[in-house]
């Protein structure tokens, strides 16, 4: 781990994950290797790490930084793919740990040329593949002013998602969003008032970005995909940085083991439903030391399931 980037929560994903010297695992958010290079430490020679991003950046970076590796398998792509990969491998029913490490990763919050972050001037862009899809300025330039509010409001939960979805139609008008700053300070001059606590365009930022790269969408899919690859015994740890993601993991697992939540007067044995998790400990957050060294941890929340069946 020397050199590199500590991840978030590290010592809590290794523990949840309780790694197993000849165990199968899976990274479904590579980024820099964080957490996959702590993982390696950790497996023996005879042990597999399975790893996705749809950055191809993360791909070039897994190639140098950990060229040789014979025990990396690495996938260009959504995670929303587990499933077709894990049954390639023959993997299904045999993964002792699934980790997702969910949102945008540092590197990529940095790198201005990405557009992700309203604190650097850059294009427009977001994609987290770069090669695939429409970027925000792009989808900005032709959706509908109801569409842009929609989005902001349904991926970023922002109170003023009318008002700032007019102001950007009205500017897109006279001349094209296009950077990070301009959309930036378009939002911040449609808000009302000023929370100095928070940027005024960051739920707005968040919403586009978690639209552009059919964020929920994907955790949605994935995570029954995940269970399927479990065996009995094995660990599903997933950290989200925002009440969404959270809320759709919270969800899921709860309904893993209690079933899902039905009418009452439903005419359904509960003998009939088989929990496929059950919850291990309650949610952690990042301590105050690791807060102070990396304030992105701040808003981080792990919760781990186990597979029952």
């Not at 820099?32 to 791909?59: T, V």
């Not at 040789?68 to 390639?88: A, K």
């Amino acid at each position: 781990m020397s050199g590199m980037h500590r991840p978030v929560l590290l010592d809590q994903v290794l523990d949840a994950l309780k790694i197993k010297s000849d165990g199968l695992y899976i990274d479904g958010t590579f980024g820099r290797g964080g957490h996959a290079a702590a993982i390696l430490e950790r497996l023996g020679a005879r042990g597999q790490l399975l790893a996705f991003d749809k950055d191809p950046y993360a791909l070039e970076f897994a190639a140098d930084r950990f060229r040789g590796e014979t025990r990396l398998m690495m996938r260009h792509g959504s995670f929303g793919n587990l499933g077709t990969v894990v049954s390639e491998l023959g993997w299904r029913g045999k993964v002792d740990g699934v980790l997702l490490d969910l949102g945008v990763s540092s590197p990529q919050l940095d790198n201005a040329v990405r557009g992700f972050s309203f604190l650097n001037e850059g294009p427009l862009d977001m994609r987290m593949n770069p090669q695939a899809g429409v970027s925000a300025s792009e989808w900005l330039a032709g959706a509908s002013e109801r569409d842009i509010a929609d989005v902001l409001w349904r991926y970023g939960e922002e109170r003023y998602s009318r008002r700032i979805a007019r102001s950007i139609v009205a500017t897109r008008d006279e001349s094209p969003v296009t950077t990070t700053s301009r959309l930036a300070r378009l939002i911040a001059d449609a808000v009302p008032g000023r929370d100095f606590k928070k940027h005024p365009a960051t739920r707005s930022f968040q919403a586009i970005r978690i639209f552009i790269n059919r964020e929920l969408e994907d955790l949605q899919s994935v995570l029954p995909q995940a269970v399927e690859a479990l065996a009995p015994g094995g660990r599903l740890a997933v950290i989200s940085f925002h009440s969404l993601e959270d809320r759709i993991v919270k969800r899921f697992i709860r309904d893993q083991h209690r079933g899902p939540q039905l009418p009452p007067d439903l005419p359904v044995l509960p003998a009939v439903y088989r929990p496929g998790l059950r919850p291990v400990g309650k949610q952690i957050r990042a301590d105050r030391g690791e807060v102070q060294n990396n304030p992105r941890a701040r808003s981080a929340v792990l919760r781990v399931a186990e597979r029952l069946v």
